[in-house]
């Protein structure tokens, strides 16, 4: 196997398998309510858990990275997942929100590690391509884990049992990459020290620099909305539009498949035309009216309907994000790429965890999802429409 080949194998498996421990507990949201008598919208303060420890360990893990490599680092992020998920397999809402600040410690990483080791081993013409293809593990992973997680879950007539296997799958991984792992991180840097300057000195460079700027606040909004649909799409789909548990996870899987053909696809796209400025335009624009038409579901729209829908909603807001880490590669100084990307997931999840927090007051305010959705679509839509008058006035 190719060296490049190798590299995405690697990344992928190791993203998929992080993304499925985030994304279990959404899958079975409305079980897991009733289970233990809470609301379904604690998964946000759930999410958010995942994303606040995840934020701050995003910019360290780019630090880390550097020293140690990318594979080293997202080795020990998986066992943090396990760990993680067996905290919230307990049941318990204190130690559950422990586990939850694992899985953050352990997802955090990720990006700024598979990002660096891509930005060694891949060309920067295939860059959009590459890297857009490595995020289509995301999708893939969530997916696999809403087609079978409830299917699972129901099969084994608890709940818990969903969380402890990915457990299990994360140290079977884990282990499963120790082969080669030097090779991939040959370009470590053993001096490099952790220190809140340089952290500072990363966040500085994110903010201050035009280019990186305008990826960042754009990578935060729509990392806010697919952070949004992840979370709250199975409950939307079983109490606002009153689908069973199954059907509902099964949407979930047809929004993560659009994710995956998505993401390679606006990837070679970008990469064709030469502008990636312009399809991220149309893909907060095509979110947004995605977000609107999902407002108007019913119990008797028909299921395709639905599907459709979801399929093409996973193809923007979940599409987009092969296009941005190609720019951040391009844009990053020479062996800071997982030092800026580290930082721009750190703003991103602040945006995304704010972004979540609204989408759970506004669904307690109103007893439905529908003008949570409104608010992420006018968003999406802004952002987009932004990046457009930007473009004309550079």
Same mark, same amino acid.
């Given at each position: 196997m190719n060296p490049i080949?190798?590299?995405?194998?690697?990344?992928?498996?190791?993203?998929?398998?992080?993304?499925?421990?985030?994304?279990?507990?959404?899958?079975?949201?409305?079980? =897991?309510?009733?289970?233990?008598?809470?609301?379904?919208?604690?998964?946000?303060?759930? =999410?958010?858990?995942?994303? =606040?420890?995840?934020?701050?360990?995003?910019?360290?893990?780019?630090?880390?990275?550097?020293?140690?490599?990318?594979?080293?680092?997202?080795?020990?992020?998986?066992?943090?997942?396990?760990?993680?998920?067996?905290?919230?397999?307990?049941?318990?809402?204190?130690?559950?929100?422990?586990?939850?600040?694992?899985?953050?410690?352990?997802?955090?990483?990720?990006?700024?590690a598979s990002s660096d080791i891509l930005a060694h081993k891949v060309p920067s013409n295939r860059m959009g391509f590459v890297f857009s293809l490595k995020q289509t593990a995301v999708p893939l992973s969530s997916a696999i884990t809403g087609f079978l997680i409830p299917g699972f879950a129901l099969w084994m007539n608890d709940w818990r049992a969903a969380p402890l296997l990915v457990a299990v799958l994360c140290v079977v991984v884990a282990a499963s990459v120790m082969y080669r792992r030097n090779e991939l991180d040959d370009h470590t840097d053993p001096t490099a020290r952790f220190s809140f300057q340089r952290l500072l000195a990363s966040l500085k460079l994110t903010i201050e620099h035009s280019g990186l700027r305008r990826l960042l606040i754009s990578a935060s909004i729509f990392n806010g909305v697919q952070m949004c649909v992840f979370t709250y799409l199975v409950a939307f789909l079983v109490e606002d539009v009153m689908l069973s548990l199954v059907l509902a996870g099964f949407g979930l899987s047809v929004a993560s498949a659009g994710g995956i053909i998505g993401r390679v696809f606006w990837g070679v796209f970008a990469d064709f035309i030469k502008a990636p400025k312009l399809t991220l335009t149309i893909l907060g624009l095509l979110m947004a009216a995605c977000c609107v038409i999902m407002t108007f579901f019913t119990g008797q729209t028909p299921h395709w309907v639905i599907y459709v829908i979801m399929f093409a909603l996973g193809a923007s807001a979940i599409g987009w994000n092969g296009v941005i880490l190609a720019e951040i590669a391009r844009e990053a100084p020479q062996g800071q790429t997982g030092l800026v990307t580290g930082s721009m997931i750190c703003f991103g999840y602040i945006v995304s965890i704010t972004m979540t927090m609204i989408f759970a007051e506004l669904h307690t305010y109103f007893g439905h999802y529908r003008d949570s959705l409104y608010v992420i679509a006018f968003l999406a839509g802004a952002v987009g429409i932004w990046l457009q008058m930007g473009k004309k006035q550079s």
């Open positions: 080949a190798y590299t995405l194998v690697s990344t992928m498996s190791i993203h998929m398998l992080a993304t499925a421990a985030t994304v279990v507990l959404s899958c079975l949201a409305p079980m =897991v309510a009733t289970a233990l008598g809470v609301e379904s919208s604690m998964i946000g303060t759930y =999410v958010c858990c995942i994303y =606040v420890s995840g934020s701050f360990a995003a910019v360290i893990g780019g630090m880390l990275v550097t020293r140690y490599g990318g594979i080293h680092v997202s080795q020990v992020c998986l066992i943090l997942a396990a760990i993680g998920l067996v905290l919230t397999a307990s049941g318990i809402l204190w130690l559950m929100a422990l586990g939850a600040v694992f899985l953050g410690f352990s997802y955090g990483p990720m990006t700024p």
